[in-house]
């Protein structure tokens, strides 16, 4: 059974950091990259980072350069470091494996992120 469990959000000032975390099946984690994406409130998912299996990365320009995705292989579980956290960044979180996203539809509950200005 495909399983993702996203935590470690919360309400933070503009400035501040959350680290985010997946834990994902073992047979999702050990065979696709994986990536974070987010929904704010009225507006359509969208990519924020992913890693792929040797750990290269992959940033949206808007959060490139303050966030930091990474992961662990022993734990099967994504991490996503947000520093320097902006307002605009508020939204809810999700993982999920990066090919399937075209069709996947297994969306975790996801975690969410406010940042107040």
């Known amino acids: 059974q495909v399983q993702l469990v996203e935590s470690g959000g919360g309400l933070v000032q503009a400035g501040g950091s959350l680290r985010l975390s997946c834990a994902a099946s073992?047979?999702?984690?050990?065979?696709?990259?994986m990536g974070w994406f987010r929904q704010a409130p009225g507006k359509d998912r969208e990519f924020v980072a992913r890693i792929d299996l040797s750990g290269g990365s992959t940033y949206a320009v808007s959060v490139k350069g303050r966030f930091t995705i990474s992961r662990d292989n022993a734990k099967t579980t994504v991490y996503l470091q947000m520093n320097n956290l902006k307002p605009e960044d508020t939204a809810i979180y999700y993982c999920?494996?990066?090919?399937?996203?075209?069709?996947?539809?297994?969306w975790g509950q996801g975690t969410q992120v406010t940042v107040s200005s």
């Open positions: 999920a494996p990066v090919p399937l996203i075209g069709t996947w539809s297994a």
């Open positions: 073992g047979r999702i984690f050990s065979r696709y990259t």
